[in-house]
């Protein structure tokens, strides 16, 4: 069995942009903004021999807000740029009660099953509610990026750290065998 880290996309891998205490998607691969250190981090844990999992909510596409080809370009733009696996994308609104729409571990649990996962030596870093709650929820330790939004947890994560490149120093030093 192999160990992965589940990251979220925005707000973990690229700038979230903030309006009113909460966080929005870049709409526009122009907007796309790797933050400073991931691609370090990444590095980091693809030679601490982690798959590196992207699991994200895109509900804008079902909003009409958004279109699937202009995610998948930034899904594409981020392959290239950074050492990942696997971007897996959630399209559905609230609404759907899809299993994959974070908080359902939908996307972790596939994952799982596709790269032959043990989710109990594995991490999900994410800076909200959904994110944690999808990481509880599928067996994995959770480390939570705090970014002070507007909105609370539903359940406590079992770290909280301030980027990506603490969560990797975090994973790293609690390395689970």
């Known amino acids: 069995m192999r160990r992965a880290v589940f990251l979220?996309?925005?707000?973990?891998?690229?700038?979230?942009?903030?309006?009113?205490?909460?966080?929005?998607?870049?709409?526009?691969?122009?907007?796309?903004?790797?933050?400073?250190?991931v691609p370090e981090a990444l590095a980091q844990l693809r030679e601490a021999a982690y798959l590196l999992i992207v699991v994200t909510n895109q509900p804008d596409v079902a909003r009409g807000t958004q279109s699937r080809e202009a995610v998948e370009a930034m899904h594409e733009a981020l392959k290239a740029q950074l050492a990942l696996d696997e971007i897996s994308a959630c399209y559905h609104d609230n609404k759907e009660?899809?299993?994959?729409?974070?908080?359902?571990?939908?996307?972790?649990?596939?994952?799982?099953?596709?790269?032959?996962?043990?989710?109990?030596?594995?991490?999900?870093?994410?800076?909200?509610?959904?994110?944690?709650?999808?990481?509880?929820?599928?067996?994995?330790?959770?480390?939570?990026?705090?970014?002070?939004?507007?909105?609370a947890l539903t359940c406590p994560p079992d770290h909280i750290v301030g980027s990506l490149t603490e969560a990797a120093a975090w994973i790293l030093e609690h390395n689970a065998d």
């Open 97 to 151: 009660n899809c299993a994959c729409r974070k908080p359902a571990p939908g996307m972790l649990l596939e994952a799982a099953e596709e790269y032959l996962i043990d989710l109990a030596k594995s991490f999900m870093v994410g800076d909200r509610w959904r994110d944690i709650e999808a990481g509880e929820r599928a067996g994995c330790t959770t480390i939570f990026i705090d970014y002070q939004y507007d909105e």
């Open 8 to 37: 979220d996309r925005d707000g973990v891998i690229n700038r979230a942009l903030v309006r009113d205490g909460k966080p929005y998607p870049p709409q526009t691969i122009d907007e796309l903004e790797v933050l400073p250190g």
